[in-house]
């Protein structure tokens, strides 16, 4: 995960490694980077706690939540482009993937809480907004205990909008990030580890 300091000889004669990164350091820019990870995180769940949610209308929640669909895809090959121009980018994929999977998470959340408060009883029960939260997250993550149900044909399938679109974050965006790092560090004239 964290990508050797150059030698000497990748060094160029002001002793940086290539992109202008300083010699060494690995740790502190593995923190800097897990750190921002986290902040954008953190940002995003409390923006969900936040904002207003409440009182908005069902073809607003939609489009609402087809834009951020697309933000999402966006932010994944805008990632890509930055992974693979990144002096690090086995460090930037793992930002990469770590904001844009909050941000997706976090976004479903929102359309469950949403299609609750719209159509109540869409779910085996009341959903607030740290149940929608946890029902996102035992979705994505297959655990699904089975305490809270999506019920209504609505409720049913924004869950397998998330299911299916779990499956193309873990596949097709995994696969995305691991090639643009593989094009980031042939860039810089590093092999890319064997398949």
Known sequence: MNDPAPSRSERGPSGRAPGGMPPGGGRRVAAVVLARAVGVTTLLVAAYYLLPL????????????????????????????????????RLRAVEALGTTLALYLVLFAVAYYLLERSSPGSFSEPLSRTDALYFTLTTFTTVGYGDITAVSPPGRVVTMLQMLGGLLLVGVAARILAAAVQAGLRRQGRPPPPE
């Open 54 to 89: 409440e009182g908005r209308r069902t073809g607003a929640a939609t489009a609402l939540f087809a834009i951020g669909l697309l933000a999402v895809a966006v932010l994944l090959v805008w990632q890509a482009r930055a992974i693979a121009h990144s002096p690090r980018p």
